[in-house]
């Protein structure tokens, strides 16, 4: 009896572990962002969302301009950093934060960089 139970547990563990891998792995991390801001080229850009959809701000981390992505620096009131991911595209190292609008309103998200020798954000 206890040897049957024990199987059927460990298949349950494995299976449920194998489904948390590979819902971590995905880009969006599992959510459905409303809009997707590339900020590539553009560093000053803005979007209108209503509360409680999701927007995520994507970027190359500038490695090969000798800066790296510390942080974002954000309104806690207003959104919430529901998923960070750094990943590879093309080669390039890029960043995705993903954020939920908590409130209506207006506010600003702030992408805090630091060469890579130190220094000031």
């Known amino acids: 009896m206890f040897g049957m139970f024990g199987r059927y547990a460990f298949v349950t563990i494995v299976v449920l572990f194998l489904c948390g891998c590979g819902a971590s792995s995905a880009l969006d991390g599992g959510f459905d962002p409303a809009e997707i801001l590339m900020l590539d080229n553009d560093y000053e850009s803005s979007i209108s969302i209503k509360k409680g959809e999701m927007f995520a701000l ?49 506010s600003d998200v702030l992408i805090k960089m630091q060469p890579l020798s130190g220094g000031d954000v």
């Open 58 to 106: 994507d970027m190359l981390i500038p490695f090969a301009k000798g800066y790296r992505i510390i942080g974002a620096s954000f309104d806690p009131i207003m959104f919430r950093l529901e998923h960070y991911l750094e990943y590879e595209d093309d080669g390039a190292t890029r960043a995705r934060y993903m954020f939920l609008a908590l409130e209506d309103g207006a």
